[in-house]
């Protein structure tokens, strides 16, 4: 049997929620695993350390970066000595491909005879100003293989140029052992929304939640995990629209505080809205509230009908009635939000979890090096 000997970069890998893909990697007995993050990644909405959460199988490196925080131009000033010292088969670049951190990589990974790949979120197509835009292209043209988290992402970057070979693999899934339903709800307790967004910015649509819950008769209260620039107007519409008391804003929420934090709830809201430079991606807190079997309403934007699918309820953008109405039969059917969560379930156990997207992530390294 042939070792593959894979480095991946990426300040994603953080997480400690995200490392369980890596070790899931790691468990094939063709993968040599080896992960490169920062300490620390300096995101302007506040810092985010590394999580050393699940690191078996794999070795783990911790190297600074370069300009940590700017996201066009970071990178690991350390990265040509360990492709020297490593060797590997295949340099995963866990990046979008216009950044100065993945083309400084894939030169450096084409001179120890490393095939290189990259991963690219990105579902509108921009254009870059220089010297960005030459080296998008650069990578285009060099680059062995690509990732896309979804099928937006490949059209784009098939319009952009790039003519290589991919897949579309979302860049995490969920653990199921870990984000996996609460023994019981206490019935009691009326009845519990949740927001959970790392960011609390204009694009994820917490106001729209905020003036559909202000219409919900009976017993409700909605807890907005998350922070960032918008928190400050949010909680004064809280206030605007009286409900205030029943709204709780509940701050950054850490990936190994998440699913405590999503099996409190009965129905978890994602209502993003889609701007001129940005549309939702993904939704990872889809399904991980959906592994929690907790029912989910999105909006349709982006990516989030694709990953709901069948499993839950979808509105327009912007339709606070719509959700409104979502909400109230939700609400008032106990028997249909526990279907919804269990359907949500299945649907990650089939599609979502982290074994099933590392199984992916391999099959293509071995596609890669098979060519």
């Given amino acids: 049997m042939t070792i593959m000997k894979v480095l991946m970069v990426s300040k994603a890998c953080l997480v400690g929620a995200y490392q369980t893909k890596l070790e899931a990697i790691a468990s094939y007995e063709d993968v040599d695993l080896t992960v490169i993050v920062p300490p620390v990644w300096h995101d302007p909405d506040g810092p985010v350390p590394l999580e050393?959460?699940?690191?078996?199988g794999y070795h783990l490196l911790v190297d600074p970066l370069h300009f940590n925080g700017q996201f066009h131009l970071y990178h690991f000033p350390k990265l040509k000595q360990r492709l020297e010292s490593i060797r590997p088969d295949i340099l995963h670049i866990d990046e979008e491909p216009y950044n100065l951190a993945t083309w400084m990589a894939w030169r450096q990974?084409?001179?120890?005879?490393?095939k290189t790949l990259f991963f690219s979120w990105q579902?509108?197509?921009?254009?870059?100003?220089?010297?960005?835009?030459?080296?998008e292209k650069q990578v285009l043209a060099g680059v062995d293989f690509a990732i896309m988290g979804n099928e937006e992402a490949a059209c784009v970057w098939r319009r952009k140029g790039y003519a290589g070979a991919y897949k579309v693999i979302p860049q995490f899934?969920?653990?199921p052992k870990v984000f996996c339903p609460p023994a019981g709800r206490d019935l009691g307790r009326g009845f519990v929304i949740g927001a959970a967004n790392r960011r609390l910015a204009p694009e994820k649509g917490v106001d729209v939640l905020l003036r559909a819950a202000a219409g919900l008769p009976g017993i409700w209260r909605l807890h907005v995990a998350g922070d960032g620039p918008s928190r400050p107007s949010l909680e004064q519409l809280a206030r605007d629209l009286g409900i205030a008391d029943?709204?709780?804003?509940?701050?950054?929420?850490?990936?190994?505080q998440m699913p405590a934090y999503l099996q409190q709830l009965d129905v978890l809201v994602l209502s993003s809205r889609t701007t001129p430079t940005w549309k939702e991606q993904f939704g990872r807190v889809l399904i991980e509230a959906m592994a929690c079997e907790v029912a989910v309403i999105g909006a349709r934007s982006g990516e989030i009908p694709n990953v709901i699918g069948q499993a839950g309820l979808l509105f327009e953008e912007e339709d606070i009635e719509g959700l409104r109405a979502h909400l109230v039969r939700l609400m008032q059917t106990d028997g249909l939000r526990d279907?919804?969560?269990?359907?949500?379930?299945q649907r990650v156990w089939q599609q979502y979890t982290q074994q099933q997207i590392a199984a992916q992530t391999v099959a293509a390294y071995r596609d890669i090096l098979a060519k």
């Fill in 339 to 345: 279907d919804y969560g269990r359907h949500g379930r």
């Fill in 123 to 135: 579902n509108l197509e921009k254009r870059y100003p220089l010297p960005f835009r030459h080296l």
């Fill in 109 to 114: 990974g084409q001179k120890v005879g490393a």
């Fill in 173 to 175: 899934g969920v653990d």
């Fill in 246 to 256: 029943r709204v709780f804003f509940d701050g950054a929420v850490s990936s190994l």
């Fill in 52 to 56: 050393r959460a699940h690191t078996a």
